[in-house]
């Protein structure tokens, strides 16, 4: 199975980029719901939250793992690729980092994310990685996960805040932007609004996409590996009604969830 994890709901957004551009696999998702959100957390917590939750999805019959959660993949890319050296990890920063900087026209790219993401700087060293002369803008925006959750994507309430956070990034002038959080891809309309129509938005769980089905392109052994039906899976170390419901509404169909025992092991 094609295993995704993240620190609770958002990820699903990266599983519906995931179903869309590779419809024929299953998909086995955890969500952990117990611990968010990570990305309020300090790195050390972030990686030991990210090798439990990786553990779970390998235990239960993953072959690839994807690092829905940006926070995750700031803080625990390299750790991951550590301990798991033998299962190929896709994370969201470094397609998202490389298609940004493929985009850009002025050499000016934003990004937004969680206080842990935009704080590691992870954006930053992977645009400068493919792009030494960007210039790169960031600021946090830690109001816009729970407006998601409550599910406020078209409430003015919700487009004044984003035009607050983004408005530095105007300013700065940037022609791309980085929407490096799983939850901002459901407020893309608003904030393409805000920062203007001519900006590129990246969507990192997108680009995660396309890096796995180029990584199943070139990898026929694991492709072949890989169980192919739409009996999907998802866990979650606290499933509620709440989280099936949104997990629902944005794929599109029924979901059921299951709860997951993960921690204690790092
Ligand atoms: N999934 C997180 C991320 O993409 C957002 C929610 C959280 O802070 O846990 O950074």
Not at 239 to 261: H, I, M, N, Y
């Amino acid at each position: 199975m094609i295993g995704i994890f993240d620190s609770g709901i958002g990820g699903l957004s990266v599983v519906k980029e995931i179903l869309q551009l590779l419809p024929a696999y299953r998909v086995l998702y955890f969500g952990d719901t117990v611990r968010t959100p990570y990305g309020n957390r300090s790195r050390e917590t972030i990686v030991k939250y990210s090798l439990e939750d990786a553990e779970f999805l390998l235990e239960n019959g993953a072959k690839v793992i994807v690092v829905g959660c940006n926070s995750a993949s700031a803080a625990a890319a390299e750790e991951l690729r550590r301990r798991f050296s033998d299962v190929p990890i896709i994370e969201v920063i470094s397609p998202a980092a490389r298609a940004a900087a493929r985009a850009t026209k002025n050499g000016r790219i934003g990004v937004i994310g969680t206080r842990a993401t935009v704080g590691s700087g992870a954006y930053e060293k992977a645009i400068k990685e493919s792009n030494p002369q960007t210039k790169v803008f960031s600021a946090s925006c830690p109001l816009l996960v729970p407006l998601v959750e409550e599910g406020w994507l078209k409430k003015p309430e919700t487009k004044t805040i984003v035009k607050k956070y983004l408005s530095p990034l105007k300013v700065a002038q940037a022609d791309t932007l980085i929407m490096g959080c799983t939850h901002y891809p459901f407020l893309e309309k608003t904030i393409q609004l805000k920062i203007g129509k001519k900006v590129k938005l990246i969507d990192p769980g997108r680009e995660a996409a396309l890096e796995l089905k180029n990584l199943l392109e070139n990898n026929p052994e694991l492709e072949r590996s890989l169980a192919k039906d739409d009996r999907h899976r998802f866990f979650a170390s606290d499933p509620t009604p709440r989280f099936a419901e949104l997990a629902r509404r944005w794929l599109g169909r029924p979901v059921e969830l299951s709860k997951a025992e993960v921690g204690g092991k790092f």
